[in-house]
């Protein structure tokens, strides 16, 4: 067994560190308290093809393994995990989806400027009345020959506003239940389809987050991904692969906040020593150091299941969900190593710790994800 990286691992990794510190950090308090999208550092992020990682280079992607997504996300996440949850979308629901199921026209059209950054892309699956229970869909794809007709509503759209490509999982036949649900490609421009307004939210406020609205949208056949019926399926396959994602997304956020908190325990004096030499504070670090590299072996384990074409659903979800607990523990204590210090925006573990909690709630819940490990392990 090699736990070493291998040098272009360790060098997309230290890539992505160094693109964090220099033009991810400065402004990142400013555009959380503004709730302002980073549009010219996802624009860079593009350049440097960190939006299409694992897509093949014939259609301008990276071409890089699923490890290398993770340490790349990892590093992001530590600085700003609205930036990171862009990056995630676009690489392992849109690209990712597109490349596995969509047909070589779909993958011209789409995936070639969505991995080369040049434009964004949105996965839409949840609606007012289906978030978990995702088979629920009420929008509707009524095949009218050579397009579907698309109405209803979704909801928390990440990249809402600023995508220009949307991959909408909608009900086409409901008496065939899930296996009636289609994926559709949704261009921002077709008629009838409106945004939302942003959502304002308790953490990742640099994304844009939206409903979106569908009224009488003329989706042409050939955008439909997969065979007719295959859309849920296709949402359930996505999301295996983008629960990695997310996982190596708290993973970051909580090393983020325990690398200040490290730095800060050595700096701070109380009762004529360090900190870090009182024994409660030490122990919380340890606590934490090992927490974080727990959640990295998982989040390592599952993206090389999936590099080896392993099935990876089991894995995926116990990263997702182990990753997600331990950001929210790990980045209270950070704040709680901070003291008052914490509680104020200039130290960035107070946003941290609000981050960390959409990681226990979107691409499954972390009651989801013990749905998904529970039925493997019962199996
Ligand atoms: N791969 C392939 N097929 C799968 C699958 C997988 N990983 N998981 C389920 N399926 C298939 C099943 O085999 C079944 O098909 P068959 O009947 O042909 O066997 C079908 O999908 C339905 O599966 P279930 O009966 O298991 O469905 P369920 O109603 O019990 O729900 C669930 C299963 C795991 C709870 C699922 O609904 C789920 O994942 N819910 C959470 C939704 C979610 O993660 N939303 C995230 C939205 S995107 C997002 O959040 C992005 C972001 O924030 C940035
Ligand atoms: P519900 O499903 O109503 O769940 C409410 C509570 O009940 C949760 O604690 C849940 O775990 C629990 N629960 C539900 N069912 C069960 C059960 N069977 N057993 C035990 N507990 C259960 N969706 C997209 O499609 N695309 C996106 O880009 C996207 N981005 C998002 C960005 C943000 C900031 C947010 C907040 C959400 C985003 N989502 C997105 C939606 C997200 O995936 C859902 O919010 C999530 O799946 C939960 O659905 P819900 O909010 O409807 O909660």
Same mark, same amino acid.
């Given at each position: 067994?090699?736990f070493?990286?291998?040098e272009?691992?360790?060098?997309?990794?230290?890539?992505a560190?160094?693109?964090?510190?220099?033009?991810?950090?400065?402004?990142?308090?400013?555009?959380?308290?503004?709730?302002q999208?980073?549009?010219?550092?996802?624009?860079?992020?593009?350049?440097?093809g960190?939006?299409?990682?694992?897509?093949d280079?014939?259609?301008?992607?990276?071409?890089?393994d699923?490890? $290398?997504?993770v340490?790349?996300m990892?590093?992001?996440?530590?600085?700003d995990?609205?930036?990171?949850?862009?990056m $995630?979308?676009?690489?392992?629901?849109?690209?990712?989806?597109?490349?596995?199921?969509?047909?070589?026209?779909?993958?011209?059209k789409?995936?070639?400027?969505?991995?080369?950054?040049?434009i964004?892309?949105?996965?839409?699956?949840?609606?007012?009345?289906?978030?978990?229970?995702a088979?629920?869909?009420?929008?509707?794809a009524?095949?009218?020959?050579?397009?579907?007709?698309?109405?209803?509503?979704k909801?928390?759209?990440?990249?809402?506003?600023?995508?220009?490509?949307?991959?909408?999982?909608?009900?086409?036949?409901a008496?065939?239940?899930?296996?009636?649900?289609n994926?559709?490609?949704?261009?921002?421009n077709?008629?009838?389809?409106?945004?939302?307004p942003? &959502?304002?939210k308790?953490? =990742?406020?640099?994304s844009d987050?939206?409903?979106?609205?569908?009224?009488?949208?003329?989706?042409?056949?050939?955008?439909?991904?997969?065979?007719?019926g295959?859309?849920?399926?296709?949402?359930?396959?996505t999301?295996?692969?983008?629960? =990695?994602?997310i996982?190596s997304?708290?993973?970051?956020i909580?090393?983020?906040?325990?690398?200040?908190?490290?730095?800060?325990?050595?700096?701070?004096?109380?009762?004529?020593?360090?900190?870090?030499?009182?024994?409660?504070?030490?122990?919380?670090l340890?606590?934490?150091?090992?927490?974080i590299?727990?959640?990295?072996?998982?989040?390592?384990?599952?993206?090389?299941?999936?590099?080896?074409?392993?099935?990876?659903?089991?894995?995926?979800?116990?990263?997702?969900?182990?990753?997600?607990?331990?950001?929210?523990?790990?980045?209270?204590?950070?704040?709680?190593?901070?003291?008052?210090?914490?509680?104020?925006?200039?130290?960035?573990?107070?946003?941290l710790?609000?981050?960390?909690?959409?990681?226990?709630?979107? &691409?499954?819940?972390?009651?989801?994800q013990?749905?998904?490990?529970?039925?493997?392990?019962?199996?």
């Amino acid at each position: 067994m090699d736990f070493n990286l291998t040098e272009e691992q360790i060098m997309i990794r230290d890539a992505a560190r160094d693109f964090a510190q220099n033009e991810l950090l400065p402004g990142v308090i400013e555009r959380d308290e503004k709730q302002q999208f980073p549009a010219e550092q996802i624009k860079q992020m593009g350049e440097l093809g960190f939006l299409g990682m694992m897509v093949d280079p014939k259609y301008g992607g990276s071409g890089l393994d699923t490890v $290398s997504y993770v340490l790349a996300m990892e590093e992001i996440s530590k600085v700003d995990a609205s930036a990171s949850v862009v990056m $995630s979308v676009n690489n392992s629901l849109v690209c990712w989806g597109l490349e596995t199921f969509g047909t070589e026209e779909q993958k011209q059209k789409y995936l070639v400027p969505l991995a080369k950054g040049e434009i964004i892309g949105a996965f839409c699956l949840s609606e007012p009345e289906a978030g978990s229970d995702a088979t629920s869909q009420k929008t509707t794809a009524i095949d009218k020959g050579d397009h579907y007709l698309l109405n209803g509503t979704k909801n928390w759209i990440t990249n809402g506003n600023n995508a220009s490509v949307y991959l909408v999982i909608a009900q086409t036949d409901a008496e065939k239940g899930h296996k009636g649900i289609n994926a559709l490609i949704v261009e921002k421009n077709m008629e009838g389809f409106v945004v939302g307004p942003k &959502e304002n939210k308790l953490g =990742i406020r640099g994304s844009d987050t939206h409903s979106l609205m569908f009224t009488d949208v003329k989706v042409p056949k050939e955008n439909r991904i997969g065979e007719d019926g295959f859309g849920f399926k296709f949402a359930m396959k996505t999301l295996a692969g983008g629960r =990695i994602g997310i996982a190596s997304q708290a993973l970051g956020i909580a090393s983020g906040a325990y690398e200040l908190a490290l730095k800060y325990s050595k700096e701070r004096k109380a009762f004529g020593k360090e900190i870090s030499k009182h024994q409660a504070i030490a122990f919380k670090l340890a606590d934490m150091a090992t927490q974080i590299e727990a959640a990295r072996h998982l989040c390592i384990k599952a993206a090389w299941d999936k590099d080896q074409h392993l099935n990876y659903d089991l894995s995926g979800a116990m990263a997702k969900l182990y990753a997600a607990e331990m950001a929210m523990q790990v980045t209270v204590e950070a704040v709680q190593i901070h003291g008052g210090y914490g509680f104020v925006k200039e130290y960035h573990v107070e946003r941290l710790m609000r981050d960390a909690k959409i990681t226990q709630i979107y &691409e499954g819940t972390s009651e989801i994800q013990k749905i998904v490990i529970s039925r493997a392990v019962l199996s």
